[in-house]
């Protein structure tokens, strides 16, 4: 074979191998293109997924803004409404509230809370809150039912309990629907005490226990210390038991004033299993309206 056709063929052997050079280089730089696309595409789907969670959040604030302000407006409304009723109807603005229940808010007694308890009808927050104004507790109206979120019902609870050395008892009077039924509190003992009017055997409605549990374990955080898992509750079984369906409010504003008129406090054992737990004679409900009807006479004089 001559020099030329061998160096012919050492060309075409060279060609070939720069071929498949470019082919491996073309396949590698496909991989690497197709690992760049993948990890393109994945970091866009995490950046999506970010974005989603920034959204639901963004969106999880803007909802509770939306309560707040729903809250305050209906908070408003309700204000409005009853100074509306006081200036049409001759009612009293009561304002010694904020001294009584550490929140500052307007309570006006209407002609219908007077009309209430002098006729032995069946009472409102109005009426129940005036009484305690006489003690000082934790106003009835803004932590019963269809009185906000169970959230900021809690923080109302939390922020009376902050303002104290947490050995006073709080006394919580409270309204699930249509019935009274007194809730005592002593956050340093992490302890809740509950009083029912009404015969047989009662339980603890679940919205008032998580109200409370909840201001209770903020109580907890705002003095540093991390508590028991969930507070202690105690049914009180031991009071007076009401006769008929009206007479609950006028019974749980008595179970006050037996506690507060007994120095030791020992309402645990005034109230528990086996004491009497006969209806009180009227006597008894009408000294609670008498005093009621001469300290709103005083306020009117005032």
């Not at 920034?54 to 204000?79: C, G, L, R, Y």
């Not at 219908?112 to 002098?118: H, L, P, T, W, Y």
């Not at 009206?246 to 179970?255: D, S």
């Amino acid at each position: 074979m001559s020099d030329k056709a061998s160096c012919f063929l050492g060309g075409d052997v060279r060609s070939l191998q720069f071929e498949d050079d470019t082919a491996k280089n073309g396949e590698h730089h496909e991989e690497k293109e197709i690992k760049i696309n993948r990890r393109m595409k994945k970091n866009k789907m995490n950046r999506r997924t970010e974005e989603k969670k920034s959204e639901e959040k963004e969106e999880e604030k803007k909802e509770e803004k939306k309560e707040e302000k729903q809250n305050e407006n209906e908070k408003d409304k309700k204000e409005g409404e009853e100074k509306h009723d006081v200036e049409v109807t001759g009612g009293v603005d009561y304002s010694n509230i904020e001294e009584v229940f550490g929140e500052d808010r307007n309570t006006f007694i209407l002609p219908e809370d007077i009309s209430q308890i002098a006729g032995m009808e069946e009472i409102g927050a109005t009426v129940v809150a005036v009484y305690m104004s006489m003690v000082g507790f934790i106003d009835p109206a803004l932590v019963s039912a269809n009185a906000g979120t169970i959230t900021s019902r809690s923080r109302i609870v939390a922020s009376r309990l902050q303002k104290t050395d947490g050995e006073q008892i709080f006394m919580m009077p409270y309204n699930p629907g249509r019935h009274w039924v007194l809730l005592i509190m002593r956050a340093k003992r992490e302890t809740v005490y509950f009083l029912d009017p009404l015969p047989g055997i009662r339980v603890v409605d679940e919205e008032a226990k998580n109200i409370v549990n909840s201001a209770i374990k903020i109580y907890n955080s705002h003095i540093g210390r991390q508590g028991r898992k969930a507070p202690i509750w105690k049914t009180l079984p031991g009071t007076a038991k009401q006769p008929s369906s009206v007479e609950c409010g006028y019974y749980v504003m008595r179970f006050m004033r037996d506690i507060i008129m007994d120095p030791s406090l020992a309402f645990e054992k005034t109230f528990a299993k086996g004491k009497d737990e006969a209806p009180y004679p009227q006597e008894a409900i009408d000294e609670v309206r008498n005093e009621w009807a001469e300290f709103v006479r005083l306020h009117l004089e005032t």
